[in-house]
């Protein structure tokens, strides 16, 4: 079946291009800002800069880069539309010939929902709370006279059912916050189709989602495009899903083009250094260590856990660290992996079970532990922007456990903050500023600097990297890795990333709504046989792939008919 | 000569407290004209009163003219119903106005942060109740409620200072309970308390450093509703009572003009209306200047 | 849509209602504790400082003063929940009469100024919206933060005179009786009414603008835009069904700060509400007088705010529509 449709788009490629002008045509495209800070004269930055590319009938453009990349402003930019206080200066973008920044009010209204609809990233937000879904889907469809409304409900149904949400007939009359985050995301692809768009943009629709159910979002619009053969806009930071929906691909960089070609040639063959760097992202590796045979550093039996007594969020598990050695736990959303590091920190206490921490238990509530059990273990958090006291200097923020553990005061201290500065790759002249003033990447070194100013034997690392842009996160995990062979410092690494998983880990522990559903060595996780939500977890995380997704989905096709 | 002494002694206290809010993001030269206006309307008033005795013209109880004298080069904003002077009586008038608001601000200030920031920290039971006894005093209107107090109770300064700080507590509570509680969720906090820092330590340094600039905001809004409603208490006639005289009541004296077309009662009116004017715009500048948790600049 | 228990949304008006009556109950304890409590004898401000101590006695025992506080409590509150607001100490009147003819003053007052304050506060915080961040909004921004701090007196006597004395076109003071004409009641109260308007309006304006500004910059709004939607439709389809219960917060919030600018608004304009008469009570020292007026203001501020509460409750979809 997907060879069928193959062909048939195929075919039709071959026929759009010979019928030119191309449906989307955007030319030298300048987007700037006004940003205004209270007190302080206007700035005006360049958000997207002498951006040019051509995008055919039914052929699908991946727009990717880091957040700032400008990829978002260049999509809507396709509807004539400036997102908070953004402005297009310069440029032509011409839709089916047409130059529509040259249109006035009206004129956009008709191209906006009739030949040009949106997806956002965060359907729950995008869809108005107070309106059946069924009625927001067949909105632009009935309001540009295209469709009678018992036309578009039947469309809207048969929509459903091609993004396969479940009771089609019935789904459009429920309200948004009735289905789930993964449904949402395909009503609002349903949305877009409804009025029979050329040109869809697709911003970041699957970012905000599970692996394991990004798969399923990705495959449906994919399916729901090719069949309709509509164009799309696809923009995200994740070059692996990119590959398996697009025919081209443009790489961006601060506003600018670095790299546009076919996505066979960006994933086969790049040519700038950039691009190189985004397909082979994930090139650290830790080496494949022994597994020492004494006492482990840290050693988790039989834990049990909730929030109110009533439902449990841990049932029954258990782990083990050895020292100098890295533990992943890994899961989606609702596993209980960050519940996991709140119990060994002692933020919440555990019902049953024991924590033990090089063979002495520790006490379940934090208040209990003792300055020494609290400065062996310490913790770097996801979202190093709040983990740190605004108000504080660097020196104040690294310096406080020193003075706090070991008592250093004054010279002596800022001469091993200076020292810890080094050692992150930062350097004395951060020693006086604020967390404001450094970038999100300076920030997560700063947390670990300040973790490592504690000599710890344990470091716990939630989420991590998730916050942050893949080449940033690449440098942090590198640095990990060196501090731990320096140091001999464990991590226990709570992560929803399968990637970060594979790179730094030497045992691996997968968990699945509460329960411990694998943990053993690196090697031994990751290969088969596998459990079937293990299976599940791995064979979703998008591979740098150009056919990764179709394969996926045949072989998973196929097991489903062989069971 | 005066006025530019007071001038720099505030402009050097109010420099000193922003500093220490905010390190260097407010100083005087990035306010707005309309925060510096405000500024300057505050530190007249201010000294004004501080220096009373030197800055008026007449004694506060001298009878001086003839009953409600027009604006003149000896009266300059004329006198009033039993002929002093009207600017004295209002330079007089200020200190109290500034006394009694102020001392009732404080008062609301240190209990209602003090409890609010407790109820924060410890949580539970204290919270709870806490919380239950203030949402309680919040649903009378402020106003009835003094009303009916001030009913059984003697009136002077001493009452209104207890009375109007007691019940403003509870507007400063509910603020300061919301900062703490929102900050203590944060992350550095965690990490504090993770760290091993005691309860105190988490307070003052983690949590007011970044609670400040929202409380010294409210402190600005505290004080100008302090006045207002001090005012109006004594306008009512059951604020500050003769022969003391604040600018309330000095409306209340003069008010029977106003019929005839004599406006001395506008004109104590009108001085309350431009300090509130004032702290209004100097706290909204603070506050769109400031999002509570940026930190650094911005 | 069936009403049952098991609906949130019924649960939570149900909740609601009952919160509001429970706190009836309680600000009733507090204004009674206050006023008994505290420092102060009923009997001796009644005599005066020259009584003897049988008649004090005597008054005591007659008024029932020698009961233990909490059936003096049950016996006031019982008798208000029966309409027995009790007798004043100065008049020897009976309470309810005297307040029931100023109680219909007050809200006559009130009603018309909000009928007046409500469609001018959204209609301009619309047109700040409309043109927001541009000269329209700074000016309005600007007027309504002054108008904010005015205290009520000055507004009040400005208005008295330039409009009552300068140039005479209503009167200064705003008596009304029973059987007046009601263009004749309209000029009485139109100077009181203007005042306690401007009082509101400002804060309600700044609060319609605000709660429309949130809503008109939420991400549904964007998607009507993308979906090449009517500035009409996207307002009044999109941005209202979503504003509106912010708004009815706003609006309802404001009538029970209404409530409160009443009582100096009636000193100003000597008119007869109730207002007036919780005043001339305080400082008669009048106090079942003063007990009564309070916990009816107390209780009109608490409805309202409940009211607030329950609109805003069925405002949610999400509470009427359940997963």
New interface residues.
Partial sequence: MSHSTQVTRDLNRTENTKAAPPLLDVRNLRIGANIS????KNHHIVIVDKISFQLQKGHVLGLIGESGAGKSTIGLSA?A?G?GGCEITGGEVFLNGEDILSFNHKS???????KV??V?Q?AA???????RLGDQVI??AL??GLMSRTEATAFADQLFDKLGLPEPDKFGQR?P??VSGGQLQRAMTAMALCSKPDLIVFDEPTTALDVTTQIDVLAAIKHAIRETHTAALYITHDLAVVAQISDEIMVLKNGKTVEYGTTEQIINSPQEQYTQSLVTVRSTQKPVTESPDKTPLLRVENISASYDGVNQILSDISLQLHAGQTLSIVGESGSGKSTMARVV???LPQQQGKVLFNGTPLPAE?KR?D?EQ??R???I?Q?AD???????TIDQIIG??LE?YFGLRGAEKRRKVIELLELIELGEKYID?????LSGGQKQRICIA?ALA?KPDLIICDEVTSALDPLVAEEILKLLLRLQEQYQVAYLFITHDIATVRAISDTIAVMYQGELVRFGERSQVLSPPYDDYTDLLLSSVPEMELDWLDKVLSSRRMQSAGH | MLVRVANGAWAGLFGLMSNALEKRSIMLVHLSWGARLGLLGLIVFAGSAIFAPWVAPYGPDEVVGDVWEPISAQFWLGTDQIGRDLLTRLIYGARNTFFVAGAATLLSFFMGSFLGFLAAVRGGIIDQSLSRLNDLMMAIPTLIFALVVLSVLPVNMLTLILVMGVLDSTRVFRLSRAVAVDIAVLDFVEAARLRGEKTLWIIFREILPNALTPLFAEFGLRFAFAVLFLSTLSFLGLGIQPPEADWGSMVKENKDGIVFGIPAALIPAGAIAILTISINLVVDSILSRTTSLKGGRG | MTVSLSNPLVMMVAKRTALGFLLLIAISVVIFAGTEMLPGDVAQSILGQSATPEALANLRAEMGLNEPAHTRYFNWFGGMLQGDLGTSLSSGSDISEMIASRLSNTLFLAGWSALVAVPLAIFLGMIAVHYRDGFIDKFISMTTLAAISLPEFFIGYLLIMFFAVTWNLFPSTSIIYEGMPFLDQMTAIALPCATLTLVVLAHMMRMTRAAILNVMSSPYVETAELKGLSPFKIIFHHAFPNAISPIITVVVLNMAYLVVGVVVVEIIFVYPGMGQLLVDHVTKRDVPVVQAAGLIFAAIYIFLNMFADIMAIIANPRLRHPK
């Fill in positions: 800070f209270p007190g302080e509807m539309y997102r956009i209204r008709q191209i906006r929902g009739v609809a949106y956002a965060s937000a995008a869809f108005n709370p107070a309106h909105e632009s309001e540009h309200y916050h009735q920190t002692g933020l934090l532990r300055k609290l400065r273990l310490q913790m958090y979202m709040v983990a740190m006291n605004p108000r504080q406080r456990p706090f500023r604020y967390p404001a003033e300040r504690a």
